[in-house]
């Protein structure tokens, strides 16, 4: 059992690791945010999980016998558990296109406030369980605030665009349901659980926290190798060509067909096609009948053109392209 602990608690770290650099890595070629507060939700979970590996085979040197674990557990995991849980909340204020605020800040008074009151692991049962499920009851929290403005939202646009994280909030909001009765069924049955049922791997791991942290894990890699092949820098690709200013998207009747800003931003044939639309202020039912597509079909790839492009609606997405032949124009003139 202690090798499979052993081999489970190297694999946890090397994928933590894994995704964590990728996106730091993605977050300086991009410089988007959510790339970077993915990255340092990565590396508190390889952090975590640093902490748990040291503590179960670090136990057995006579340097660390008796003091280890209190120290462990009373300053990096409470560490450990406010940043992750803060995480959560950037994170999800990042997904719902909300900005920072007191309000934030505000909302995780109390579990700071818990986290470190009830860190002690002197503490009686109760404290033990209160510290590790109240992040599950803020992170399921988090989810539902999600399903609500979704559900509330009158903005069309604005339901198409969070509609894609429906899984990732849906998975949130099932882990958090299940950590917690793990938490609770562990914690209060310990002795039951560690030494009737000779189950070691409890002694410090949530086991649906863990493979929470994986999935979340495996998530972020994929979204941080999207950004590093999607999104390359302009100037590895600013060959000779026209600019290509909206002025001249509105005029032309056939759009430019090497545009730099396509390639920069990887898109497809057909978001081209929709980008195009955009810049010339067409409705969604005008560029379905024009495109021979359905709105929602349309929507789908207006919402993956704003994506690639780190774009919340259509003006910030016209502001970017100009932006974008702004600097091209002056990197050509230098």
Not at 72 to 81: A, H, L
Not at 219 to 228: D, E, H, P, R, Y
Not at 298 to 309: L, M, N, R
Request: overall charge neutral; aromatic content about 14%.
């Amino acid at each position: 059992m202690s090798t499979t602990i052993f081999i489970f608690d190297i694999v946890l770290i090397i994928i933590f690791a894994c995704s964590c650099t990728i996106n730091v890595t993605a977050y300086c070629k991009t410089k988007h945010v959510r790339e970077f507060e993915t990255g340092m939700l990565m590396f508190f979970y390889c952090l975590n999980s640093m902490i748990i590996f040291m503590s179960e085979f670090l136990l057995k040197l006579p340097l660390f016998e008796g003091t280890y674990n209190v120290l462990t557990y009373f300053s990096v995991k409470v560490i450990c558990g406010i940043a992750i849980s803060t995480l959560y909340m950037l994170l999800t204020a990042s997904l719902l296109e909300k900005k920072i605020g007191i309000l934030h800040a505000i909302i995780m008074m109390p579990l700071i406030c818990i986290t470190v009151y009830v860190g002690d692991l002197n503490g009686s049962v109760s404290q033990h369980w209160v510290f590790y499920t109240v992040r599950q009851i803020y992170l399921a929290c988090f989810v539902l605030s999600y399903f609500i403005r979704y559900a509330f939202s009158k903005d069309r646009e604005y339901k198409v665009r969070i509609r894609a994280y429906r899984f990732l909030f849906l998975i949130g909001g099932l882990f958090s349901v299940l950590i917690f009765a793990e938490d609770s069924m562990v914690i209060y049955h310990f002795q039951y659980v560690i030494n009737t049922l000779n189950l070691k791997v409890f002694m410090e791991h949530n086991l649906s926290e863990d493979i929470f942290f994986v999935i979340l894990a495996v998530i972020g890699v994929k979204s941080g190798f999207s950004q590093l092949i999607q999104r390359r820098e302009p100037a590895e690709i600013m060959e000779s060509g026209i600019p290509l200013p909206v002025a001249a998207v509105c005029e032309a009747k056939t759009p430019y067909p090497e545009d730099p800003f396509i390639r920069t931003y990887g898109l497809s044939n057909r978001q081209c096609d929709v980008l195009y639309l955009l810049l010339k202020d067409k409705t969604y039912q005008e560029m379905g009948k024009e495109l021979g597509l359905s709105v929602g079909t349309v929507k789908f790839h207006a919402h993956g053109i704003y994506e690639k492009t780190d774009s919340r609606n259509r003006s910030e997405l016209i502001g970017k392209y100009e932006k974008f032949y702004e600097s091209r124009q002056q990197t050509t003139l230098t």
